[in-house]
């Protein structure tokens, strides 16, 4: 959020107490757990005192374990049996790195930053033509070459050809993919702007005339990996706490299920892992008059609502979390991990979006808030079928590639680059149910606990609340639970 929207937010704070934010990198979190209207420096000092203290405290102490909550007689789960398997790819994750100031020059290293590792995969698969630089490629006429470029801008000619302005580190040029060759144009309408593409094609002063588009993509179908443990992962994500429209009868019915409380015992048994792709809570302040729709205003008293769910989850459960648009983080992505002084209670709460391997897999975790600009950009996407947007993020080998759609802070690794490739890779935020496979990628948009709002009955979007994916990670058989019933 920043200084200037908890301002928004009617927080009152001086200005040698900006100066001490700054110089110390004081988190939004940090001055919203003061609970307090008004900030000076003195209200500010002990939050230095406290992060030694807890930096102290989890070094030297173990866990507290969390309450023991009694499963049902009867109810063996095999998931108890086994500990937990999971290590995050910290350095994919931009918790406790952002150091950017957002100057000019940042985004210049930000965008050199995505193009090289970009430019290097996309290196890796080779070509029949030779590469070229843009630089110097009008001497190159009437001969085939490969560029590595980014699309700086998209035109469409009288004649009905595409025009795209590309740049990589050398220079500019003009590339024209004509509509006389169908594949190749239906391929290219899909182009956005700052996509990173391998283009090949004869130089034609003053243009290069593409004969092949490619993105970065996943390289095509790979052996399915094969977990040794034969345990299941939840898939959950905007569950909009303190929401009006959150939907705790359903919620509930999830809660009495995964304790063994319900039918396909079996499957709650095998259940190790929950996974929340962000939108925790509803939040405060982050649309207009939003009060409104809110039941609890007090976000605190929202993450108390997330904090009564983990304790009352089975204790051998792992909760994997990161923010969404409505968590108490920054709007921009990336966005680091959510405290745990704002959660409340042991997760992994880690940042958005982040990789973790978990049993083995590879999971892409993204809250998905770079959907809406997709669909926004691109007539073949719609909110009914969140699957094909998280295809097209996978083909960029990016989540949030335009620029602009969204806001983004330009850190000095882009972290929106998907550098592993992933073998699950699960959003939220469309409130909408969505699977795939893409070249052995399973794809999940798990949906939500909120029930439709106004502002979606305006669009037309349908969301599918309380429809929960579970996956078993040995045979790979993807469930989705309806507690709407
Ligand atoms: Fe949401
Ligand atoms: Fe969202």
Not at 411 to 432: A, R, S
Request: hydrophobic share 40%; aromatic share 8%.
């Amino acid at each position: 959020m920043g200084i200037n929207a908890l301002k928004k937010q009617g927080m009152r704070i001086a200005l040698d107490a900006e100066d001490f934010i700054a110089k110390h990198s004081v988190t939004d979190e940090e001055i919203i757990s003061l609970k307090k209207k008004f900030i000076s420096i003195e209200e500010l000092e002990p939050i230095l005192k406290k992060r030694e203290e807890d930096a102290a405290a989890s070094a030297s102490e173990p866990e507290k374990p969390q309450a023991e909550v009694s499963l049902p007689s009867g109810f063996a789960p095999m998931a108890k049996e086994y500990e937990p398997e999971i290590t995050v790819r910290e350095a994919l994750d931009v918790t406790g790195k952002s150091r950017t100031e957002g100057k000019v020059d940042d985004f210049v290293k930000y965008f050199r930053n995505r193009y090289e590792r970009l430019a290097a995969l996309l290196r890796s698969y080779g070509g029949k033509y030779p590469e070229a630089d843009l630089h110097g490629i009008s001497k190159l006429a009437g001969q085939k070459v490969r560029v590595i470029v980014m699309i700086f801008e998209i035109r469409e000619t009288k004649k009905g050809n595409l025009l795209l302005q590309v740049e990589d580190l050398t220079g500019q040029f003009k590339i024209v993919i004509s509509q006389r060759d169908e594949q190749l144009f239906q391929r290219a309408k899909t182009l956005v702007k700052d996509d990173i593409v391998l283009i090949s094609g004869k130089v034609a002063q003053p243009f290069i005339i593409a004969e092949e588009l490619e993105w970065p993509d996943i390289p095509v179908a790979r052996e399915r990996k094969k977990p040794e443990r034969d345990l299941a992962g939840v898939y959950l994500s905007d569950l909009h706490f303190g929401s009006k429209q959150f939907l705790g009868q359903y919620f509930n019915r999830f809660i009495n299920w995964i304790n063994g409380r319900g039918e396909n015992r079996d499957l709650a048994g095998k259940v190790k892992y929950i996974f929340v792709a962000g939108d925790i809570v509803d939040g405060i302040g982050i649309y207009p008059n939003q009060e409104k729709d809110l039941d609890v205003v007090d976000i605190f008293k929202q993450y108390e609502m997330f904090t009564d769910f983990v304790q009352e989850l089975p204790d051998y459960l792992e909760v994997l979390v990161c923010p969404g648009n409505h968590d108490a983080v920054r709007r921009a992505e990336p966005m680091p991990a959510l405290s745990k002084d704002i959660l409340g209670c042991e997760v992994h709460s880690v940042g958005n979006p982040s990789t973790i391997c978990v049993e083995n897999l590879e999971h892409l975790m993204y809250h998905g808030t770079s959907c809406d600009g997709w669909i926004a950009t691109l007539s073949h996407l719609s909110y009914d079928r969140p699957e094909k947007v998280m295809i097209e993020c996978l083909k960029r080998r990016h989540l949030s590639p335009i620029f602009g759609a969204h806001a983004i802070v330009p850190e000095k690794l882009d972290y929106m680059v998907i550098e592993k490739v992933p073998d699950v890779v699960h959003f939220g935020h469309v409130h909408k149910n969505g699977y795939a496979n893409h070249r052995g990628s399973l794809i999940i948009n798990s949906g939500t606990f909120q029930d439709v709002t106004e502002f979606q009955q305006r669009q037309g979007h349908i969301p599918t609340p309380a429809k929960v994916p579970i996956l078993e990670f040995q045979s790979n058989k993807l469930r989705t639970l309806d507690f709407t019933r």
